[in-house]
C-alpha cells in the first residue's frame, strides 16, 4: 500500500513534494488528473492522499466525492482557491484539512504528519523506512511489506517499543517465548540474525539492531 498519494498536475511541484516526503520515509506515488487517481488508488490504495483542486478533466472535489462513497482514507486537499465557499466545499464533501498554496513545506509535513498521528499511531509504530502495525500484525519496509514469522514480528515489535533501552537476552527470550518454553536461547540469535537480513541495509554491519556486549540487544 501506499503510504501517500500525490495527486497534483505540476509536475514540477509534484515532484518536489515526492521528494520531500521519500526523505522523511515515506513511500509516496503520483498521479497527475482526477481519473489517474481514482485508478491508483483502487489498484494501490494509499493512507493519505493529498488532492489539488484544480486538475484537468475530473476535479479535486469530484475526486474526494467519489472516494468518499466508500472509503474514509484521510484526504488533505491543497489548492491556490482561497475562498471561503471552496473550504467549506471540500471540508463538507470530507476532507480532512484544507491548506492554500503556495504552502510552506514544513507545515505541509506537520499538517501530514498530525493526520498520520491522529488516524495511526494507535495502531502502528514508524521509525524511518519500517512501518509496525499491530492491529494485523504487518510490517513494511519503504512501503512493501516484509515477510515475517510470528515470533520475527513479536521480537521486533518489542525491540522498537523499547527502543534505545538494551534488554538482556534472558528478559527477551522470556517476554518472546515464555519461562516455561522448551526452546533454547540460540533461537533468540537466530531470530535476530534472520530480522537484521530482513530490516538492515548491511545485516552483517547492523545499525538498527545491536549487540550490548555482555547483556543483549538493543533497537536503535
Known amino acids: 500500500m501506499t503510504d501517500i498519494l500525490i495527486v497534483e498536475d505540476n509536475r514540477e511541484l509534484a515532484g518536489l513534494l515526492r521528494d520531500f516526503l521519500e526523505a522523511e520515509h515515506y ?12 485508478e491508483l488508488f483502487e489498484e494501490r490504495g494509499a493512507r ?10 475530473t ?7 467519489k472516494i468518499r462513497q466508500n472509503d474514509n482514507t484521510p484526504i488533505l486537499i491543497v489548492s491556490a482557491r482561497t475562498g471561503k465557499e471552496d473550504k467549506l466545499n ?3 464533501l470530507g476532507a480532512d ?13 506537520a499538517k501530514i504528519k498530525g493526520i498520520f498521528k491522529r488516524r495511526y499511531s494507535t495502531d502502528e509504530i514508524i521509525e524511518d523506512d519500517l512501518t509496525i502495525r499491530k492491529t494485523d500484525r504487518t510490517v513494511y519496509k519503504d512501503g512493501e511489506p516484509l515477510s515475517l514469522t510470528a515470533k520475527e514480528f513479536d521480537l521486533l515489535l518489542l525491540l522498537v517499543e523499547e527502543k534505545g533501552k538494551a534488554m538482556r537476552k534472558e528478559f527477551i527470550f522470556n517476554r518472546i517465548w515464555g519461562v516455561d518454553s522448551f526452546s533454547e536461547q540460540q533461537t533468540l540469535t537466530v531470530h535476530i540474525k534472520r530480522l537484521r537480513e530482513k530490516i538492515e541495509k548491511n545485516p552483517k554491519k ?15
Open 97 to 109: 484539512d484544507y491548506i492554500e498554496k503556495p504552502y510552506d513545506i514544513d507545515i505541509m509535513l
Open 90 to 92: 471540500g471540508l463538507l
Open 59 to 65: 476535479d479535486g472535489f469530484a475526486v474526494c466525492r
Open 206 to 220: 547492523p545499525k538498527r539492531i545491536l549487540t550490548v556486549w555482555g547483556v543483549g540487544y538493543k533497537f536503535v
Open 48 to 57: 493519505l492522499i493529498v488532492l489539488d483542486i484544480m486538475l484537468p478533466g
Open 27 to 38: 513511500h509516496v506515488a503520483v498521479a497527475g488528473d482526477g481519473e489517474q487517481a481514482l
